[in-house]
T-cell receptor
């Protein structure tokens, strides 16, 4: 069964450093997303991406964040200058056209900022 | 703002039936989804209601009442492996080209006991 994959599974970085989180969505999906979940809290939307551009972003997704689809398979989230409060689990997700209510999530990248 | 409220914890015994409620207050409403998340795992899609009424998928059913801004997830014949967190999620924009973010509820921790 096709699945969303993410690398790395765990990333430790120092405050102020740049990090890139990588995702490979399901191949025939058209919509891509990044969410984050701080330990013990709910899943929060960051950004959605469709047709090679951002379609929607939340207040969390400020100028320090960017997304890119550098090739036909990868989807990346970059945080330019990490803060302590960026420590969270970051989930990539994808969905088919017309079925955005059924999003397939990757296993997540746990980001720890020290 | 957006608000999706769920009970924080529910406990039930193996073989029983449990109902997890979700009340929402969102700027728009275009369907209610339910996701399961085991500790340390990714959210996994369970069910979706776009219209009022009951949707059944095996042991899981989901119900929606748009006039009451309310839905629930019903789990039957509970098994130990059902112990997990359950989140309701709303799509608050119409299914156009890219506005497909999900706003997640606060989550319900279900504990299934022998």
């Amino acid at each position: 069964e096709p699945e969303v994959t993410q690398t790395p599974s765990h990333q430790v970085t120092q405050m102020g450093q740049e990090v890139i989180l990588r995702c490979v969505p399901i191949s025939n999906h058209l919509y891509f997303y990044w969410y984050r979940q701080i330990l013990g809290q709910k899943v929060e939307f960051l950004v959605s991406f469709y047709n090679n551009e951002i379609s929607e972003k939340s207040e969390i997704f400020d100028d320090q964040f960017s997304v890119e689809r550098p090739d036909g398979s990868n989807f990346t989230l970059k945080i330019r200058s990490t803060k302590l409060e960026d420590s969270a689990m970051y989930f990539c997700a994808s969905s088919e056209g017309g079925k955005a209510y059924e999003q397939y999530f990757g296993p997540g990248t746990r980001l720890t900022v020290t | 703002g957006q608000s999706l409220e769920q009970p924080s914890e529910v406990t039930a015994v193996e073989g029983a039936i449990v109902q997890i409620n979700c009340t929402y207050q969102t700027s728009g409403f275009y369907g209610l989804s339910w996701y399961q998340q085991h500790d340390g795992g990714a959210p996994t899609f369970l069910s979706y209601n776009g219209l009022d009424g009951l949707e059944e998928t095996g042991r899981f059913s989901s119900f929606l009442s748009r006039s009451d801004s309310y839905g629930y997830l019903l789990l039957q014949e509970l098994q130990m492996k059902d112990s997990a967190s359950y989140f309701c999620a709303v799509r608050d924009k119409p299914p156009t080209g890219g506005g497909n973010k999900l706003t997640f509820g606060t989550g319900t921790q279900l504990k299934v006991e022998l």
